[in-house]
């Protein structure tokens, strides 16, 4: 495999799951992500064995990496009864949806709560329980940091840790960076001092190694905004060089990282991701696609 990151975009489903690989061979993606039902509902319609069947093969056949994500709606931080077993069930669903398509990362956000303390200590149990019902599942959940609008959990990165904590800290449990949403909670990454800086200060909270995967997306907002707004790679203000940082930082070596940019743009925004590996980079991974 590569010795950076796998670059990627969230792909649409339309027409059939399966379809979102030769969507990802359009765009000239290394890596996918998904929605496996809808990401503004509670429930999906079941997934047929035939549709898991026939994913499962694209995926064998385009060797690309896939990352589902879960509904928005889910909060697993919520005191709400009716909130919290919602999202609980969503979730559940979710990683049994994973197991069947062979997905094996999928990505969360925590939630919100007023309290950050007891809206991690319920993130943490919310996540037990949703081991506890699939205790042989093969699915990593990884929490997603946040811009930090209203009461969101995961702004900074010991918020992040407190939920791991919460959880055990099972290996089962990692995460999943956006670029975006670091940049919005306060964490600069736009040059190369200033990303190596937050890496190491999250490295001292949480622990790289819990990085299993990226979303690549720039910021219509200014450092510290705590505004949650996508813009395609190098038209916002954080700028080239974090991406160029990340796309070669050999620690993420093989993590899919992701676009979350408008649909259309993807190529685009691939294309200069691509630009960004430095020569040596871009000759291994052709040497790999030979």
Request: hydrophobic letters at 45%; one cysteine or more; a positive charge.
């Amino acid at each position: 495999m590569t010795g950076r990151p796998l670059l990627g975009a969230h792909e649409s489903v339309a027409g059939g799951l399966h379809l979102a690989f030769e969507r990802a061979s359009a765009d000239g993606a290394e890596a996918i992500q998904i929605f496996t039902k809808n990401a503004r509902g509670w429930a999906g319609k079941p997934l047929a064995p035939e549709d898991a069947a026939r994913f499962r093969a694209a995926a064998r056949a385009a060797r690309v990496p896939a990352v589902s994500h879960a509904s928005y709606l889910v909060n697993l931080a919520s005191e709400d009864p009716g909130i919290r077993g919602k999202s609980l069930d969503a979730m559940a669903d979710e990683v049994a949806r994973c197991d069947a398509l062979s997905v094996p990362l999928l990505v969360v956000h925590p939630g919100s709560h007023p309290d950050p303390a007891r809206g991690a200590a319920l993130a943490g149990q919310a996540l037990r329980e949703v081991r506890r019902r699939a205790p042989r599942s093969r699915t990593r959940i990884l929490i997603e940091n946040a811009a930090g609008q209203g009461h969101s959990l995961g702004r900074t990165f010991e918020e992040l840790a407190a939920i791991l904590r919460a959880a055990g800290s099972p290996a089962w449990l990692g995460v999943c960076l956006d670029s975006c949403h670091l940049f919005a909670a306060g964490h600069d990454i736009r040059t190369p001092r200033a990303y190596a800086r937050t890496l190491a200060a999250f490295d001292a909270a949480v622990g790289l190694s819990r990085v299993r995967a990226w979303h690549l997306n720039d910021s219509k907002g200014p450092l510290g905004c705590r505004v949650d707004r996508h813009e395609n790679v190098g038209d916002g203000q954080i700028g080239l060089a974090a991406f160029a940082c990340i796309v070669n930082d050999a620690r993420f070596a093989s993590v899919p990282a992701v676009l979350e940019t408008e649909e259309g743009s993807q190529k685009e925004n691939l294309r200069r991701l691509r630009a960004l590996r430095r020569p040596e980079a871009r000759e291994e991974r052709r040497r790999e696609l030979a």
